[in-house]
């Protein structure tokens, strides 16, 4: 033997050779392939059915959450529009008792704007329209009128108004559309 080669030591009869297996390839290999097979796909079958267990119970959670976010959102649009209702409430009894039609008609301004007040409150816009270029986007044309009041193409007068919320057109404005007299 070499000087400076090291001795290896040799298995004794109470030690086993060491093997290039693993316990865990002396366990599969005494096992049946088709039962480790089994075994696999029954863990995999549990763990699809828990993650679509998870995944019924998010989407019940999920659309529970957002019929409880519309409701809310409804009822925080009643509050603020209740005192409106109360107030027309108050105009119609005292208009069956008036004398004063100029205080009735007073009463009742002074409910439109406030009423127009709580619409711009919780975003609600009016489209622009009389004297406004016709935009079909948020204008919808009922009748053209020959005119020399206004440019032709421009909204002459509104039939209905029309209102959005922030960029989301909630109903288009009904307008009568101007044009050139003819000669």
Do not use: C, W
Request: charged content about 30%; hydrophobic content about 40%.
């Amino acid at each position: 033997m070499p000087e400076n080669e090291t001795p290896t030591p040799q298995p004794t009869e109470a030690e086993p050779a060491a093997t290039d297996a693993t316990p865990g390839a002396e366990v599969a290999q005494s096992q049946d392939p088709l039962e480790v097979a089994l075994a696999e796909q029954a863990k995999l079958k549990d763990q699809l059915l828990r993650t679509l267990a998870d995944f019924d119970n998010f989407r019940k959670r999920s659309r529970r959450e957002l019929i409880d976010a519309e409701r809310r959102g409804k009822d925080d649009m009643l509050k603020e529009f209740l005192p409106v209702f109360d107030n027309l409430d108050r105009a119609s009894a005292h208009a069956e008792t008036a004398t004063d039609v100029k205080a009735l008609a007073d009463g009742i301004s002074l409910v439109m704007r406030q009423f127009a007040d709580t619409l711009a409150k919780v975003g609600i816009e009016r489209v622009p329209a009389v004297g406004q270029p016709f935009d079909p986007s948020v204008h919808e044309a009922v009748q053209q009128m020959e005119t020399s009041d206004f440019e032709p193409g421009t909204i002459a007068a509104e039939v209905q108004a029309g209102y959005r919320n922030s960029e989301k057109l909630i109903r288009p404005a009904l307008v009568v559309v101007a044009k050139a007299k003819a000669n």
